[in-house]
């Protein structure tokens, strides 16, 4: 592992670690940055210097995600060995080892609103204290649980699976209240809206699909030339952003629901900027799962910037965007290689954040 300090692009500091990165997460207060390897070692790094805190051995077979408590005090990451663990930024050791019930944890992720830590394993939510108590055991979803999404304002948690998207109310962690917001295809991922008037999920037939909320009125975006890999919301909550393999979409939520079956596509200037993260404060992983490029959807304050490893990175000014008629604004984000190669490098973007 090394440092580097940053050149040309502006970049702060770069940290080489000894295998590909497959997830990262900073803590709330900005002062670390986790970054879990797809071996399974996770690496603390200092946000302000780049330096290394703290290495923990992580999962065998490898971390798939990390999350952090809102105080700051607990990291806690889910693999391929079937457990939850946490960690705490003071100690080389771990503090909880949470047998979530399945062979690899898919997901975890802290209340925002409660000392509550919510674990996904296969078709299954645990719910448990930061003394590794468990709480509860939901029912077994469809199938396997793709995402989790806390809702901004209050304490509700969306998971995603096959046909089917649930929000579950964790007030009362030992009796949560559900609700269940049905489609026809597999959903991938969820994303709120910071105003909480919207749940987005991407979906495996070439859509997006949205709920209105509390109502739980849906609508459907579709057109897409494949899966729907990412989302993410402007502060706003104006613009959704979303990706299938190589292109970038912007939906206009300024006056409502922006129905609509196939997007329009912006032709306009786009600059470069060499192997870059994100225009305000952002990082990126150079690396993944092996076999698969890694890239980064992302908003600054004025900019959506697209990186991708090892290529180029697409930055695309978004102050002062007028909506086109049909209320979204569409980027190509291509590498040099073409959108029909099915060679496994090829870039894909597969992540996205604000």
């Not at 592992?1 to 590909?20: H, P, Q």
Request: with cysteine.
């Amino acid at each position: 592992m090394s440092v580097k300090k940053a050149s040309a692009v502006g970049i702060r500091w770069a940290v080489e670690l000894a295998d590909g990165v497959q997830d990262l997460a900073w803590s709330p207060d900005g002062r670390w940055l986790a970054a879990a390897a797809v071996s399974g070692p996770i690496s603390l790094i200092a946000s302000a210097t780049g330096a290394i805190g703290r290495e923990w051995p992580g999962h065998a077979g490898g971390t798939l995600k990390l999350a952090w408590s809102r105080d700051n005090r607990w990291l806690a990451s889910g693999g391929q060995d079937g457990c939850a663990r946490l960690w705490s930024p003071d100690s080389d050791e771990e503090r909880s080892r949470l047998a979530a019930g399945s062979d690899w944890v898919g997901g975890v992720s802290f209340s925002p609103y409660a000392d509550l830590l919510i674990t996904a394993a296969g078709k299954e939510l645990r719910a448990w204290n930061l003394d590794g108590q468990l709480l509860r055991a939901t029912q077994p979803h469809t199938s396997t649980i793709t995402d989790l999404a806390w809702h901004p304002h209050q304490s509700l948690l969306a998971s995603t699976a096959y046909g089917q998207a649930h929000v579950w109310d964790w007030r009362a962690p030992d009796a949560p209240a559900e609700r269940v917001l049905p489609h026809s295809s597999p959903l991938l991922n969820a994303r709120w809206s910071p105003n909480g008037r919207y749940l987005a999920c991407g979906c495996q037939d070439n859509s997006l699909r949205c709920w209105t909320w509390p109502e739980a009125g849906d609508f459907q975006m579709s057109g897409y030339a494949s899966k729907v890999r990412a989302l993410a919301w402007d502060r706003a909550s104006r613009w959704l952003a979303t990706a299938d393999r190589e292109i970038v979409t912007l939906w206009d939520f300024e006056h409502g629901p922006p129905t609509g079956s196939h997007p329009a596509e912006h032709r306009g200037s786009v600059r470069y900027r060499p192997r870059t993260g994100f225009s305000s404060g952002g990082a990126s992983a150079g690396g993944g799962r092996p076999g698969r490029a890694s890239s980064r959807l992302g908003f600054g304050r004025a900019r959506l910037s697209v990186a991708v490893a090892g290529r180029a990175a697409r930055r695309i000014p978004t102050a002062g965007l007028a909506s086109p008629a049909n209320g979204c604004w569409r980027w190509a984000a291509r590498t040099a290689r073409s959108r029909r190669s099915s060679s496994p490098d090829e870039a894909a973007i597969t992540h996205a954040f604000f």
